[in-house]
C-alpha cells in the first residue's frame, strides 16, 4: 500500500520553531514531487510547499516564505518541512502528499487529480 505518513507536529510557543518529516512507505520518492499542506479549524486545506523530485525546485505559499524550507533526503526517502518563526495562524493539521515529478501548476490547490498517497496528517500548535 502506497503511503505517507507525517511526523514532527506538536506545541510550540509564537517565534519557535518545528521540523516536520514526511516518510513513504511502499514506494520510492525518487519520482516524486512532495507538497505540504495544511487545514486550520474552519477553513480550506491550503498549499504550503512544494518540492520537485530532484530537489531543484521548491515553491512557497507567501504566508511562510522566509520563514519555512522544504528540503528531501531521496536517500532516506523524507521530505522535511523546517518551520521557523512560528506563528499562531500557523496552527493546522500538516498533510504531505505525492505528485509525479514535478510540482503543478495547481500545486497550491491540493487538487486530488494532482496529489496522491495523502498521509493522515500531524498537528501543529502555535499558543503561548
Known amino acids: 500500500q502506497l503511503r505517507l505518513r507525517e511526523s514532527g507536529g506538536g506545541l510550540v510557543q509564537p517565534g519557535g520553531s518545528l521540523r516536520l518529516s514526511c516518510a513513504a512507505s511502499?514506494?520510492?520518492?525518487?519520482?516524486?514531487?512532495i507538497g505540504w499542506f495544511r487545514q486550520a479549524p474552519g477553513k480550506e486545506r491550503e498549499g504550503v510547499s512544494c518540492?520537485?523530485?530532484?530537489?531543484?525546485?521548491?515553491k512557497y505559499a507567501d504566508s511562510v516564505k522566509d520563514r519555512f524550507t522544504i528540503s528531501r533526503d531521496n536517500a532516506k526517502n523524507t521530505v522535511s518541512l523546517q518551520m521557523n518563526s512560528l506563528k499562531p495562524e500557523d496552527t493546522a493539521v500538516y498533510y504531505c502528499?505525492?505528485?509525479?515529478?514535478?510540482?503543478?501548476?495547481?500545486?497550491?490547490?491540493?487538487?486530488?487529480?494532482?496529489?496522491?498517497?495523502w498521509g493522515q496528517g500531524t498537528q501543529v500548535t502555535v499558543a503561548s
Open positions: 502528499a505525492a505528485a509525479p515529478y514535478r510540482c503543478p501548476a495547481t500545486w497550491q490547490a491540493g487538487y486530488d487529480f494532482d496529489f496522491s498517497s
Open positions: 518540492i520537485s523530485r530532484s530537489g531543484d525546485t521548491t
Open positions: 511502499g514506494f520510492t520518492l525518487d519520482y516524486t514531487a
